[in-house]
């Protein structure tokens, strides 16, 4: 099993919709847990950041990580065309003196007006 | 305003020419990280730092170096490129985890070794 596991879709829907994304991961020692926005030709973008368990919300965007499932997810509301775009999501093991940080293969998401 | 650097942005060379990537980030951040993007395999981390003169390897660390001597510069070397590190590259820096980890990346470099 991938250490972290993302659909990379591609997910296509209607202005206005929420939009669900996914990751799940193998390795129950990470510890923190990130969503990235990569636009065309850029580089990828830190969106949420979250340490534990449970949700954190930011605007139109939730973060949830549910540990005991190895599952963490990402929700849009009132989808916007500008969110068409790639999301990694990301998770970070640190010990001591290094850190292990390993990305999803990214979802990329098409917003339609 | 707070970025990060790369240069250059593209860059087309042979097999066996070194060549250096450089990174430079304006935020004082300690950690500094390098990526490589491909298709279908999306993105791994390289080599990172954790401060000056500390580096360690990440996922793919082969066929690459790093230095780390002074805060704000973190270059990528490619000692003797092959086509297999043809590829999208990219230079983050951030905050140690426990003052937030917010990762800031760079604008990426598209190198293709011939």
């Known amino acids: 099993q991938k250490e972290v596991e993302q659909d990379p879709g591609p997910l296509s829907v209607p202005e206005g919709a929420i939009v669900s994304l996914n990751c799940t991961y193998s390795?129950?020692?990470?510890?923190?847990f990130m969503w990235y926005r990569q636009y065309s030709r850029k580089g990828p973008e830190l969106l949420m950041y979250?340490?534990?368990?449970g949700n954190k919300e930011d605007g139109r965007f939730t973060a949830q990580v549910d540990k005991s499932s190895k599952y963490i997810s990402l929700f849009i509301r009132d989808s916007q065309p500008s969110d068409s775009a790639t999301y990694l999501c990301a998770m970070k093991e640190v010990t001591g003196g290094s850190e292990k940080l390993v990305f999803g293969k990214g979802t990329k998401l098409t917003v339609n007006p | 305003e707070a970025q990060v650097t790369q240069n250059p942005r593209y860059l087309i060379t042979v097999t066996g020419k070194k060549l250096t990537v450089t990174c430079s980030q304006n935020m004082n951040h300690e950690y500094m990280s390098w990526y490589r993007q491909d298709p279908g395999l999306g993105l791994r981390q390289i080599y990172y730092?954790?401060?000056?003169?500390?580096?360690d390897k990440g996922d793919v660390p082969e066929g690459y170096k790093v230095s780390r001597k002074e805060k704000r510069n973190f270059p990528l070397i490619l000692e003797s490129p092959s086509p297999n590190q043809t590829s999208l590259y990219f230079c983050?820096?951030?905050?140690?985890?426990?003052?937030?980890?917010?990762?800031?990346f760079g604008p990426g470099t598209r190198l293709t070794v011939l």
């Open positions: 979250t340490y534990s368990s």
């Open positions: 390795n129950s020692a990470f510890q923190y």
């Open positions: 730092s954790m401060n000056v003169e500390v580096t």
């Open positions: 983050a820096s951030s905050l140690p985890p426990q003052l937030g980890g917010t990762q800031y």
